[in-house]
Structure formats: structure tokens, C-alpha cells
């Protein structure tokens, strides 16, 4: 199957660290990817990391990937109130010709 | 300017209208992308064009049909609309088919069917 699953909600404390979790099926998938979707906004894509790698650091956000697990994460480093939205991890699936998308986490930052 | 753009943002219409999405994309890219996103956030994949030929049609309803007059462009006109096809409908775009080419989205239409 090409399902990709997420956990529905995080919420976490403004300074603390969120990380977003998520599990892909597709074995074949040779880039994955961090999208980050605001209220009313569109797709704003975050970072992606290349199958070969482990992990992927960009200021505050490192990306982890298990191939052996086929398990991702993102990691923000102290989240701040202009982090909340709803953030997608999606591969590229059907040789190449279409990204399958998670189920998104809703992450909300309290102050 | 505006990378990939949607016309309208905002569309409220009654059951059993026709209506069209408009999508431009001036990146040069050479193929685009209609997705569709729930009440849920699910966002799913409807259709697939590179250089203006279908490649990708997931099980949508034949209601529901793409156009693109050149590959800058790829239109969405759903014809009988119903309460269901209430959504956000993106638009994308990305340089090619090769994995790893980063894919551009449009800011979204709100379709609300009443």
C-alpha cells in the first residue's frame, strides 16, 4: 500500500523541541519530504532528505530517517508560536510520478 | 510574482453546477499537478500532466476533467458538482518526472458546494 501515517496532534511549550513523526510503506521511496501548511495558506515545503542519508540538519529544523524502519521524524528546535500549522511528510511514490502525502500532525506551541 | 497561481481562492456554488479551477505556473516547469484536500487535511493526488499529456488519473470521477491548454497551464472544470467535492483543491507544479525534482504548490481553491 502507499499509506503514509502520522500522528494526528502535538502540542508542546514555546523554547521546547517538537518532534513530528512519521511512519511510510513505499521501500522504493528515494525522497522524502517535510511540508508545512498554515491556516487558509497553502504548501510551504520545509526540507527533504535523499534516501541515502540519515539525517539532514537546516537551522532549526534536522531531519532523521530509518530506511530500515521506513520511519521519519522532524525535529524543531525551540518551537515558537509562528511554528504551529499542520506539517505533511510525504514520498514519492509511484516511480517517481506522484507524492503521497501523510496524514498531517496539527502541531500547536502554547506560551 | 507568483510561482503557481489559482483562480478563484474562493468558490461557493450549488449542487449541480459546472465550475471551473484555473492553475498558471510561471516556472517553466514542464508538469503539473491537481490534489485534493479534504475536510480531514487528507491531501490526495487527482491528476498529473507533463507536457500537456495525462500521466496520472487516480480513480476520480469523470466528472471531474483536467485540461491543459500548454504545459504553463492545467485547468480543472468539474461538471454535476455534489456536496462531497467540497475541498481545497491545489494546484502543483515541479521540472520533470525524475525523483527528487521539488514540487511547487498554488495557494489552494476553496471549493464550498451547497
Known amino acids: 500500500g502507499e499509506d503514509v501515517e502520522q500522528s494526528l496532534f502535538l502540542s508542546v511549550r514555546e523554547g521546547d523541541s517538537s518532534v513530528i513523526n512519521c511512519t511510510y510503506t513505499d521501500s522504493s521511496s528515494t525522497y522524502l519530504y517535510w511540508y508545512k501548511q498554515e491556516p487558509g495558506a497553502g504548501l510551504q515545503l520545509l526540507t527533504y532528505i535523499f534516501s541515502n542519508m540519515d539525517m539532514k540538519q537546516d537551522q532549526r529544523l534536522t531531519v532523521l530517517l530509518n530506511k530500515k524502519d521506513k520511519h521519519l521524524s522532524l525535529r524543531i528546535a525551540d518551537t515558537q508560536t509562528g511554528d504551529s500549522a499542520i506539517y505533511f511528510c510525504?514520498?514519492?511514490?509511484?516511480?517517481?510520478?506522484?507524492?503521497?502525502f501523510g496524514t498531517g500532525t496539527q502541531l500547536k506551541v502554547e506560551l | 510574482d507568483t510561482a503557481v497561481s489559482q483562480t478563484p481562492k474562493y468558490l461557493v456554488t450549488q449542487m449541480g453546477n459546472d465550475k471551473s479551477i484555473k492553475c498558471e505556473q510561471n516556472?517553466?516547469?514542464?508538469?503539473m499537478y491537481w490534489y485534493k484536500q479534504d475536510s480531514k487535511k487528507f491531501l490526495k493526488i487527482m491528476f498529473s500532466y507533463n507536457n500537456k499529456e495525462l500521466i496520472i488519473n487516480e480513480t476520480v470521477p469523470n466528472r471531474f476533467s483536467p485540461k491543459s491548454p500548454d504545459k504553463a497551464h492545467l485547468n480543472l472544470h468539474i461538471n454535476s458538482l455534489e456536496l462531497g467535492d467540497s475541498a481545497v483543491y491545489f494546484c502543483?507544479?515541479?521540472?520533470?518526472?525524475?525523483?527528487?525534482?521539488?514540487?511547487?504548490f498554488g495557494e489552494g481553491s476553496w471549493l464550498t458546494v451547497v
Open positions: 516556472l517553466g516547469h514542464d508538469t
Open positions: 502543483a507544479s515541479s521540472q520533470g518526472r525524475v525523483v527528487g525534482n521539488t514540487i511547487y
Open positions: 510525504a514520498e514519492f511514490t509511484g516511480g517517481g510520478n506522484k507524492l503521497t
